[in-house]
């Protein structure tokens, strides 16, 4: 399998990062609201924190994020862009 290259993970980091922005200002003012829609999404939210770092500890620990340290990397990224792209197609959806 062929190494990634380093700026193509910078990149994948990069917009990992503007996407998790994204879901930030989606899910602020649901939290602000202080209803008991906020306190569901606040569980909901910390859950799918915990279940997705879980998941990502068993893929490192069976050797499915890859075998060297850009490959590791690369599938983490890929793994945690998965699953706020999740997040900020449900929070798009109009209510």
Known sequence: MRQPHPMIIALDYWKLGMEAATVINL???KLW??????VT???RMVSEKIEAAAILQW???????GT?????LQASTAHY???????????????
């Open 41 to 43: 999404e606040a569980q």
């Open 59 to 65: 893929k490192a620990m069976t050797g499915a994020l």
């Open 68 to 72: 060297n340290p850009l490959s590791i």
């Open 33 to 38: 609201a202080g209803n008991p829609a906020a």
């Open 81 to 95: 862009r998965k699953a706020v792209g999740k997040n900020r197609r449900r929070l798009s959806r109009p209510r």
């Open 27 to 29: 899910r602020l003012p």
